[in-house]
């Protein structure tokens, strides 16, 4: 029996293939049930295969596509293992109107005339990636675009460095302006989009503001809305468990997005810059294309920085509150601070 992940998507028929064997056997499943609790499908076969088989699986399914793919929405897409801890490649071919523009997180490699005005857009294999939480990303519409690159990439030009370092994997990157679009912005890697006042600005008729918004988004810093949430009974450390899909939007707040930043930028005052950003190059260099926790980021810091990050940081990211500092001068030479949590 194989289990992925579903929400909202009827599975037709499953067959599973031996693609170990030289002889190509399959098998139809007999067997399609849901678990719409557990938000999966249950595809049970008539025989077992032995351990480490290599395998396809072939799905006829039906759905109405939805909106985003945040943070656990690729389910409701196509039948997958939609975890972080679970990565795969991905090759994606789309048939559209003919008129519309196709984009996903890869360049485009084939596209060709297709049955009733449409045609076939086949895309390059992706690196490997999750469809958890924003990764895989498709966009079909009537795009216009304006475009750079830099001079010969791939035939000895200078590449791309983003952050850190470490040069820009994918062949493209694409930033796009939605408009009816919920977040402000979802990083999708190489189909990045935004909320159209979250990144389109023109000079001659834009408000100063938008542009200070747009910075914003791009940074995600300040802390006023972190404190005054942080200050509430009801708030929550910046690192939670998180045992149900469910659970996930819960987290998505102002401790998330702003009291994080804070402590990072805190962080990066107390052991320096430099340290900081190479502690984080060393942290994606040994996590590039799998998972990482907070202590291995942790770990990579205290290994640049001789200081025990790990232990620093638990007080600020574990535990709700924020402390507020009381310093008075009783005489010219003595001062007390008292310490008190909010």
Request: proline content about 5%; glycine content about 6%.
């Amino acid at each position: 029996m194989l289990t992925l992940n579903v929400i909202e998507i009827h599975d037709k028929s499953a067959k599973l293939s031996n693609l170990s064997l030289k002889t190509n056997q399959s098998q139809n499943a007999i067997n399609i049930s849901y678990d719409t609790q557990k938000q999966t499908v249950s595809l049970t076969f008539p025989e077992e295969l032995p351990t480490r088989s290599k395998v396809a699986l072939h799905l006829e399914f039906t759905g109405i596509l939805t909106d985003q793919m945040c943070a656990t929405d690729a389910r409701r897409v196509f039948p997958s293992w939609d975890e972080p801890a679970i990565k795969a490649t991905f090759d994606i071919t789309l048939i559209i109107p003919s008129e519309l523009t196709a984009l996903i997180n890869m360049n485009v490699i084939s596209e060709n005339p297709h049955n009733g005005g449409k045609k076939c857009v086949k895309f390059a294999t992706t690196t490997i990636m999750s469809t958890y939480y924003q990764l895989i990303a498709f966009i079909v519409g009537d795009l216009v675009y304006v475009e750079t690159s830099t001079t010969g990439l791939h035939n000895g030009g200078k590449p791309v460095w983003v952050l850190f370092g470490i040069p820009y994997p994918l062949q493209k990157c694409d930033m796009v302006a939605i408009p009816d679009f919920e977040a402000g912005a979802m990083e999708n890697w190489g189909l990045i989009t935004y909320r159209t006042t979250a990144i389109l600005f023109d000079p001659k008729a834009s408000d100063a503001k938008f542009k200070q918004c747009i910075a914003y988004t791009v940074l995600m810093e300040g802390f006023q809305r972190g404190l005054q949430l942080d200050a509430l009974r009801s708030s929550h450390p910046i690192e939670v468990p998180v045992n149900d899909p469910s659970e996930i939007h819960q987290i998505f707040d102002a401790i998330s997005y702003f009291k994080d930043a804070s402590v990072i930028r805190m962080l990066s005052n107390f052991i320096g810059e430099n340290i900081i950003l190479a502690g984080i190059r060393r942290y994606l260099k040994r996590h590039e294309y799998s998972n990482a926790s907070t202590d291995d980021l942790w770990k990579a810091l205290t290994e640049e920085s001789g200081i025990d990050v790990g232990q620093f940081m638990k007080g600020w990211t574990k535990v709700v509150g924020y402390p507020v500092l009381t310093v008075t001068e009783p005489s010219h030479d003595t001062i007390h601070i008292n310490t008190k949590y909010y």
